[in-house]
């Protein structure tokens, strides 16, 4: 299976950004989807978004969009989720997860990755 390492986790205010990053062990962006949860403490993991194969479509939570990016640089092995307009609410660890999908779309469910990374703490101040 492929091994997954995220970073870039770290302590933020509010409306400030963070960068994390997911390097993958192997190059699997053209048949796998990548996606990003997190977990806050006491609550479930939660979807943040997903870049489907080929990078052909991203997807995004509701409660995310327009402040985070998912982007990816194949070349690297590396998905990065781009934090913006941080709030305190953003405060979980965060994940990143693959799961063999050739098709262009993905969708940012728990239940449909089965790779996982370790975790990243973010937090984010008010």
């Known amino acids: 299976d492929v091994q997954l390492q995220a970073s870039g986790g770290g302590l933020a205010q509010a409306g400030g950004s963070l960068r994390l990053s997911c390097v993958a062990s192997?190059?699997?962006?053209?048949?796998?989807?990548l996606g990003w949860f997190r977990q806050a403490p006491g609550k479930e993991r939660e979807g943040v978004g997903c870049?489907?194969?080929?990078?052909?479509?991203?997807v995004y939570a509701n409660s995310v969009k327009g402040r985070f990016t998912i982007s990816s640089d194949s070349a690297k092995n590396t998905v990065y989720l781009q934090l913006n307009s941080l709030k305190p609410e953003d405060t979980a660890v965060y994940f990143c997860a693959a799961e063999y999908n050739p098709y262009y779309h993905c969708s940012p469910e728990v239940h449909q990755f089965r790779s996982w990374g370790q975790g990243t703490q973010v937090t984010v101040s008010s």
């Open positions: 192997e190059f699997i962006f053209h048949d796998h989807a």
């Open positions: 870049i489907a194969s080929s990078n052909s479509r991203i």
